[in-house]
């Protein structure tokens, strides 16, 4: 695919979650505004956000990683169809057990919901001064798309534990816009 469009299709149609128009937008924002230059992103799935990015800042130095053998696969050819395979770095690895030394202006945490708060406190250690975190799919709305609706009473609770966690915590400075996409929480630590 060397469309923007035809991933977002190919997405669709696949029933796999990739992050909002909003979303993405607001992250190019935020770059933008702050002049960021480095972009770690957990979960990859297919470089759909990866892609726009890398397109819109060729500058960013972005790292990504993905578990899924599948998507790895997807996300390779599309970043092969893109040009891109030797712009970023692309970690092939579970980033529940990966460490990473590198320092990122701007983190986006959007791989399996369950873990959010588990990624956040181990990746806010990659944040430089003055970065964002970003956590998508605070509203879990993409995610009954995928989920059995049984799973829905489990999920709707780590969430609000993670909402409670994320507004207690003294540690961090937390908004939250229900409005963006599936909803986001944006991180900064004090
Ligand atoms: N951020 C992508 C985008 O906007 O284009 C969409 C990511 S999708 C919502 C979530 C992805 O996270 C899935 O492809 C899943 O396989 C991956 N994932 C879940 N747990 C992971 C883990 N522990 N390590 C790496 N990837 C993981």
Known sequence: MNKIEDIEQFAKDNYIPIARKKTVQ??????????????????????YTTIVLKQKFEYLKIVTIEK??????????NFNDFNLLDKL?????????????????????????KKNKFFLEKFKNNLN???TIIIDNMNLDDLWTNAKPKK???YDKINQELISYLSTNN?????F????GDGIAVIKLK
């Open 26 to 47: 607001f992250m190019i924002d935020i770059i933008s505004k702050n002049n960021y230059k480095s972009f770690l992103e957990i979960g990859t799935a297919i470089g």
């Open 68 to 77: 899924n053998q599948k998507r790895i696969s997807l996300a390779l050819d």
């Open 89 to 113: 770095s692309f970690l092939q690895e579970d980033a529940l057990n990966y460490q990473l030394d590198d320092k990122f202006d701007l983190i986006f945490i959007d791989a399996a919901k």
């Open 129 to 131: 001064a003055n970065g």
């Open 152 to 154: 829905k009473d489990y």
């Open 171 to 175: 540690e961090y400075e937390v908004t």
């Open 177 to 180: 816009h229900y409005d963006i």
